[in-house]
């Protein structure tokens, strides 16, 4: 069993839809990162968090610590959010442990 | 991130050939790690390496790979006598201070192995 797990592995949305792809973790945590990879390979940080939610224009994060859960949501979905979304989990020492990650298809 | 710079993008090589992957960090990061992604799967953590010292490098095979980050200069991954296997894509990010704070990704080099 991975260390972090994701859901759902694919996912394609109409645009305009409200998108939520899970993370769960089984490691001590510091801090949670999502990550978004276009194709071409390059990687984005979208967020840091070790509490509560943050949000960045269409994009919120949450993680419920007791839970060792994360969800990122994406509000009004359009095209361009194509992509392949990472959960990241830091743990105390030195390592990340990375989900495999979900391919979200947003259609026109 | 542009601030994080990898090269080549794309480095072939044949097997028994040797591959040295660069990393320059953001300006002002002083932690480096490269992690590896094979087809269909996760990012891998290899190592973790400061100024002139490797801090972690427990994810990273014992024989034919080595990093190091020096005092000047950007950081290298070294895989001697490649082998088809270690066709991959390798990142490498940095941070400014602690380990676990907000990563900045390279673009990545994808190494293929003939």
């Known amino acids: 069993k991975n260390e972090v797990e994701q859901s759902p592995q694919n996912l394609t949305a109409q645009e305009g839809e409200f998108i939520t792809i899970n993370c769960s973790y089984s490691v001590g945590i510091s801090a949670l990162h999502w990550l978004q990879q276009h194709p071409g390979g390059g990687i984005v940080s979208l967020f840091m968090?070790?509490?509560g939610k943050k949000k960045h224009g269409r994009l919120i994060a949450t993680i419920n610590i007791q839970e060792k859960h994360s969800s990122l949501h994406i509000t009004a979905s359009h095209p361009r959010d194509s992509a392949v979304y990472i959960c990241?989990?830091?743990?105390?020492?030195?390592?990340?442990?990375f989900g495999t990650g979900t391919s979200l298809t947003v259609i026109p | 991130n542009a601030g994080v710079m990898q090269n080549p993008r794309h480095l072939v090589r044949r097997r028994g050939q040797e591959a040295r992957l660069r990393c320059s960090p953001m300006k002002g990061h002083s932690h480096v790690y490269w992690y590896r992604q094979l087809p269909e799967e996760g990012l891998k953590f290899m190592v973790y390496?400061?100024?002139?010292?490797?801090?972690?490098e427990s994810g990273m095979p014992k024989e034919r790979f080595s990093a190091e980050f020096p005092k000047e200069g950007p950081s290298i991954l070294r895989i001697q006598q490649v082998v088809r296997g270690d066709s991959a894509a390798y990142f490498c990010?940095?941070?400014?201070?602690?380990?676990?704070?907000?990563?900045?990704f390279g673009s990545g080099t994808q190494l293929s192995v003939l």
């Open positions: 990241a989990v830091g743990n105390t020492g030195n390592q990340f442990y």
């Open positions: 390496l400061q100024k002139e010292n490797i801090i972690d």
């Open positions: 990010a940095s941070s400014y201070a602690v380990p676990y704070e907000k990563l900045f």
């Open positions: 968090l070790s509490s």
